[in-house]
């Protein structure tokens, strides 16, 4: 073929593609990197409910604040925010009142998922898209979507970065600073902690528990010290809580370990990016799930779909990556880190 011909076809072919926007950055769901594409255009106007509970800590406030974000990125969504509550009956209350104003979508952060699955069923019986984020409803019924945190996989994660850490020395002492032991998050990231070290030959040898609070950590962290007078690496389950163990270290005067963070809080980054402290890493546990509860929830009511994926239409279920944060990929992830 001639190559005028050739140049010819390729120059109709680029022209047909422009015209019906489908270049890369046109066939996906969300802002990537800065460029707009398809899904990011305005639509159907989908008024969203937004309850979570109180901002008692980081994470949670970081979960809020960035559901407003994003929902501030879409002029065809108004967002209504009731105030953070750990009342199961007040949050109860606030999603029945979304009901009665009848709006398009909720996307709920249950204080407790059990509890608040009755009132999610009769949202969705009245035809409201309900997506649930990080604590999941007793039913599969009582929400559209459901985007979820990984707690199993945060454990692994940090079993297995202690694991390499730790390569050859089969007599390592290993300690877990835990959360809420009655919550199954936190049975969660244990069962995936213990497994990930017995793939290695390793097993924790101290454990305690705390309450996801800055003086909950501090407290269990010095017992934990007193108790073990020998520590090669502590994992931490939660940031937050993580400032009282940080402290309680410091107060201690003891540095012959390493730590593992959990959630993944800018403060601890920062320290593993300087390197000046106990923290060499911690594990993400994104506090994104609300802003992307807010995405699901315009993207289902709108009818559209994730745009990398091939189904017409949203899944049922997200369940985001626990990936570790080292001192070689720290920079990829503080921008989007929550403070403490």
Same mark, same amino acid.
């Given at each position: 073929?001639?190559?005028?011909?050739?140049?010819?076809?390729?120059?109709?072919?680029?022209?047909?593609?422009?015209?019906?926007?489908?270049?890369?950055?046109?066939?996906?769901?969300?802002?990537?990197?800065?460029?707009?594409?398809?899904?990011?255009?305005?639509?159907?106007?989908?008024?969203?409910?937004?309850?979570?509970?109180?901002?008692?800590?980081?994470?949670?406030?970081?979960?809020?604040?960035?559901?407003?974000?994003?929902?501030?990125?879409?002029?065809?969504?108004?967002?209504?925010?009731?105030?953070?509550?750990? #009342?199961?009956?007040?949050?109860?209350?606030?999603?029945?009142?979304?009901?009665?104003?009848?709006?398009?979508?909720?996307?709920?952060?249950?204080? #407790?998922?059990?509890?608040?699955?009755?009132?999610?069923?009769?949202?969705?019986?009245?035809?409201?898209?309900?997506?649930?984020? #990080?604590?999941?409803?007793?039913?599969?019924?009582?929400?559209?979507?459901?985007?979820?945190? #990984?707690?199993?996989?945060?454990?692994?994660?940090?079993?297995?970065?202690?694991?390499?850490?730790?390569?050859?020395?089969?007599?390592?002492?290993?300690?877990?600073?835990?959360?809420?032991?009655?919550?199954?998050?936190?049975?969660?990231?244990?069962?995936?902690?213990?497994?990930?070290?017995?793939?290695?030959?390793?097993?924790?040898?101290?454990?305690?528990?705390?309450?996801?609070?800055?003086?909950?950590?501090?407290?269990?962290?010095?017992?934990?010290?007193?108790?073990?007078?020998?520590?090669?690496?502590?994992?931490?389950?939660?940031?937050?809580?993580?400032?009282?163990?940080?402290?309680?270290?410091?107060?201690?005067?003891?540095?012959?370990?390493?730590?593992?963070?959990?959630?993944?809080?800018?403060?601890?980054?920062?320290?593993?990016?300087?390197?000046?402290?106990?923290?060499?890493?911690?594990?993400?546990?994104?506090?994104?799930?609300?802003?992307?509860?807010?995405?699901?929830?315009?993207?289902?009511?709108?009818?559209?779909?994730?745009?990398?994926?091939?189904?017409?239409?949203?899944?049922?279920?997200?369940?985001?990556?626990?990936?570790?944060?080292?001192?070689?990929?720290?920079?990829?992830?503080?921008?989007?880190?929550?403070?403490?």
């Amino acid at each position: 073929m001639p190559l005028k011909r050739i140049a010819a076809l390729a120059a109709l072919v680029l022209a047909l593609t422009a015209c019906t926007g489908n270049t890369p950055q046109n066939t996906g769901g969300g802002n990537q990197g800065g460029v707009k594409v398809a899904n990011d255009e305005p639509g159907k106007k989908v008024v969203i409910g937004f309850s979570a509970p109180a901002a008692d800590h980081g994470w949670m406030a970081a979960i809020t604040n960035a559901a407003k974000a994003e929902a501030g990125k879409y002029s065809d969504v108004e967002l209504r925010v009731v105030e953070g509550t750990n #009342d199961v009956n007040l949050q109860i209350s606030q999603v029945e009142t979304f009901i009665n104003d009848k709006v398009d979508a909720i996307v709920l952060l249950p204080f #407790d998922g059990a509890a608040l699955t009755p009132v999610a069923l009769k949202a969705m019986k009245a035809g409201i898209t309900v997506i649930n984020v #990080d604590r999941q409803f007793d039913s599969p019924f009582a929400a559209r979507s459901t985007v979820l945190g #990984d707690n199993h996989g945060m454990g692994v994660s940090a079993g297995n970065y202690i694991c390499e850490r730790l390569k050859g020395k089969t007599d390592a002492v290993v300690a877990e600073i835990a959360g809420i032991d009655s919550l199954p998050l936190t049975q969660d990231r244990s069962k995936g902690f213990a497994e990930a070290l017995a793939s290695c030959g390793l097993k924790v040898a101290n454990r305690v528990a705390a309450e996801f609070t800055v003086e909950s950590g501090e407290k269990a962290a010095a017992n934990l010290l007193q108790a073990a007078r020998k520590i090669d690496a502590i994992w931490n389950h939660d940031d937050d809580q993580g400032v009282g163990v940080t402290a309680a270290i410091k107060n201690s005067g003891r540095s012959e370990f390493f730590m593992v963070g959990g959630a993944g809080s800018a403060n601890v980054m920062r320290e593993i990016k300087a390197d000046n402290g106990p923290h060499k890493a911690t594990v993400i546990y994104p506090s994104t799930q609300g802003a992307d509860g807010i995405r699901l929830a315009r993207l289902a009511v709108q009818g559209k779909s994730l745009g990398d994926l091939v189904e017409v239409e949203v899944p049922r279920e997200v369940q985001l990556y626990a990936p570790v944060v080292t001192k070689d990929n720290v920079d990829r992830y503080l921008p989007s880190a929550f403070e403490s």
